[in-house]
């Protein structure tokens, strides 16, 4: 018997913390659309006219040394800006150095506006 009102006590007692408490609280919601990249694809747009004389010929190779130009439209946006950063900053040597002196140009915006227009075009 004495058992049964200790455990009555305490379930007794458990409820009553478990009452007590407060529900959690929701998660906030965000009404803001989410930006998925800071670039302006309109203004990338805008910038590409140089890009598209290698790059928006289809099966273009470059005449000498002969190599073939890959297609960026609709390349991953992260991928573009990490490319065309390596470009500006040396780190990424093309068998030509038309994409360094073109990269060199373009500021941080630049390059994000760029990736977001080209990121933005459908395959």
Not at 84 to 89: M, P
């Amino acid at each position: 018997m004495l058992r049964s009102l200790l455990l009555a006590s305490f379930l007794v007692g458990i409820a009553s913390v478990a009452i007590a408490a407060p529900a959690p609280a929701p998660a906030p919601t965000s009404t803001a659309p989410v930006n998925k990249h800071p670039g302006d694809a309109a203004a990338g747009r805008l910038m590409v006219f140089t890009c598209h004389g290698c790059h928006g010929i289809p099966g273009y190779r470059n005449a000498y040394p002969n190599y073939p130009v890959p297609k960026i439209a609709g390349q991953h946006y992260d991928y573009l800006v990490a490319a065309l950063n390596e470009y500006r900053d040396g780190q990424r040597t093309p068998p030509t150095m038309t994409m360094n002196i073109q990269a060199k140009s373009l500021s941080e915006q630049d390059i994000r506006n760029i990736a977001a227009y080209l990121s933005s075009i459908r395959k």
